[in-house]
């Protein structure tokens, strides 16, 4: 995970965004340290109080690189997001971007990597799928992707708070209380995937949950898809013989973020 998919995820999605002078370890940094927050159910100072830290030091070096971009636009997708749709002269606020960004840098830098493992690790899993995904990449690998996301859905949970009381399910919810609707539930839900833990390339049981439903639906979702795909592609063409090395099942790990620890795989046999 630390030494393929992590890497692959973080560095494309942040040179796409334009942040080329960033390296991998700030960037991976940045990431575990706003996710204390996204993880912080229980409200701990303490992990408030890391991913304050990692945010001011992400506006201290992304305004900057958005000031020179203001002046010097190129072909980053921060540079468009400065410039895109604005009246002549005029660009987006730095102060206005920020938030946005650093919900990019959140959501957009790890999952893709984590997704990709857990596919990885279903596949590895899985020899006869494994065989029939190589056999035809182009039409099994998108299969074994959404596959993969709604097997091990890598965000847990979309939290919200209620505006007025709601009934779900014969349940009241009072106003203004938080909620969890939790994603990874929701793609094992019986009454729609059958087994709904077996990995299964072949499913015809509709969409998962992985990207979220409503108004915050995955911004990032087709960059996603394409992230993931590029990467386990690469990896098999170069190392069709890989397979998991008998030490026992994949460990996963985390709730709210969650992926193989790691993938112990030989690359020949
Ligand atoms: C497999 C990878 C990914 C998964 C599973 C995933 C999942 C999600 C989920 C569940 C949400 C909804 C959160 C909520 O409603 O509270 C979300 C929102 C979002 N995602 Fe992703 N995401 C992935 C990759 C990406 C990437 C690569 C980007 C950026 C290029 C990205 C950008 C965003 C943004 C900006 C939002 C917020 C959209 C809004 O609030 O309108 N995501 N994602």
Known sequence: ????????????LSRSLGLQDVDLETLRRWFFGLAQWAINFECDPERQ?????????????????????????????????????????????????????????????????HGAGSIMAGLLQNPSQFSEVKADLTTLLPRADDEGLRWVTPIGTQTR?????????????????????????????ESRFTNPGRFDIHRSEGAHAAFGFGHHFCA??????????????????????????????VQFTGWEFRAPVALDVSFDR
């Not at 995970?1 to 494309?12: G, K, R």
């Not at 009381?165 to 793609?187: C, D, H, K, N």
């Open 220 to 249: 990032g979702r087709w960059f996603a898809r394409q992230q993931i795909t590029v990467a386990l592609r690469s990896l098999i063409e170069n190392q069709p013989e890989m397979a998991l090395r008998d030490r026992g099942p």
């Open 49 to 113: 109080n890391i991913a304050d830290a990692v945010s001011a030091e992400i506006t201290q070096a992304v305004t900057p690189i958005m000031e020179r971009l203001i002046a010097e636009p190129d072909d980053s997708a921060l540079s468009h997001m400065l410039h895109d749709g604005m009246p002549e002269g005029s660009v987006r606020a730095v102060d206005f971007l920020l938030p946005t960004f650093k919900v990019l840098l959140l959501g957009g830098m790890q999952e893709p990597g």
């Open 1 to 12: 995970m630390s030494d393929y998919f992590e890497p692959v995820s973080i560095l494309s």
């Open 161 to 189: 708070e209620t505006t007025q009381e709601v009934e779900i399910a014969g349940v009241t919810i009072p106003a203004g209380q938080a909620v969890a609707a939790v994603l990874a539930s929701a793609s094992h839900c």
